[in-house]
């Protein structure tokens, strides 16, 4: 943690103004989902597509392929102008391709089913407590709309309080993907959506306090859309290439947590933050 009295204080104040006036933004893969378990990578939205009974082995073999961009979009020693161009090519070959593939709607739910994907230890805890209080949940991903509504519904959390920015596809009346529709969002251009999308949602008007939550650098621009932020409070998962990467989370996050698989610190800060009495908070 950067500046431990500072991010008291936030939470403080954040504590001091009420659940009326808190919103929370979070990114879904790896933040919200687990990036591994039992030694093994957990799927992504996209990952979760990765599956016979919507795409054939062709397919598997070239979005595999495209794997090669992940590291890119993780490297620390490029900087984010570096790395948008190619992250708009990866995002953009990967959306042709399952275009190509003639997806089917009504298999999405059994590909769910049939996926190594996993919301973090304690996700029930976190959705629940949040639509108790009725604080709006907003989750800005660079994943399958359709994919992540559906991950979170066999999960029993998609409360009213959920709102979803995403790519959602795009079906024709019998059901088959023809497009993705509107602007592509990928893990750099989340600000451009945050100003366009977020920013007109009724639910969060008049909520100028933030818990972020993210995976990624480029996530910290996802509260850029709240009109008048008074007190923003952000988490990092770090969860890959811990030692390059650790320094640059700590300068840019209030919050790091390295390779933990729980939300056991945004459960705690959320609570903290609709608790209406005086809390200890400590982040070891």
């Given amino acids: 943690m950067r500046e431990r009295s500072r991010v008291e204080e936030t939470i403080y104040a954040m504590q001091r103004a009420g659940a009326g006036s808190l919103q929370v933004i979070s990114d879904f893969d790896m933040t919200l989902t687990r990036f591994a378990h039992n030694g093994k990578r957990v799927a992504t939205t996209h ?71 996993m919301l973090r230890d304690g996700y029930k805890v976190f959705f629940d407590g949040l639509a108790e209080h009725q604080v709006p949940l907003l989750i800005f991903s660079a994943g399958v709309g359709d994919v992540l509504e559906e991950v979170i519904r066999q999960n029993h959390v998609f409360h009213p309080n959920v709102h979803i920015i995403s790519n959602y596809m795009d079906f024709d009346h019998t059901g088959v993907l023809r497009a993705f529709k509107g602007q592509l969002i990928h893990t750099f251009n989340k600000r451009e959506g945050a100003l366009s999308h977020a920013a007109g949602l009724r639910e969060l008007q008049g909520r100028p306090n933030v818990l972020l939550l993210g995976d990624s650098l480029g996530d910290l621009t996802m509260a850029d859309g709240v009109s008048e932020p008074q007190n923003v409070l952000t988490i990092g998962f770090l969860n890959d290439q811990v030692e390059e990467r650790k320094e640059t989370y700590i300068n840019s996050f209030d919050i790091v947590l390295v390779k933990d698989e729980t939300m056991d610190v945004p459960n705690c800060s959320s609570t903290t933050l609709n608790s209406h009495g005086p809390t200890l908070v400590s982040y070891n």
Avoid: G
Avoid at 55 to 68: A, G, M, Q, R, Y
Avoid at 80 to 88: A, D, F, G, I
Avoid at 99 to 108: M, S
């Fill in 47 to 117: 990952n979760i597509l990765d599956n016979r009974l919507l795409i054939n082995e062709d397919c598997t073999k070239k979005v595999s392929l495209l794997n090669i961009y992940y590291p890119i979009e993780i490297d620390a020693s490029r900087s984010v102008e570096e790395k948008l161009p190619l992250m708009v090519e990866w995002w953009t070959k990967v959306h042709e391709l399952l275009i190509q593939q003639k997806i089917r709607k009504d298999l999405l739910a059994q590909a769910v089913r049939e996926s190594s994907t």
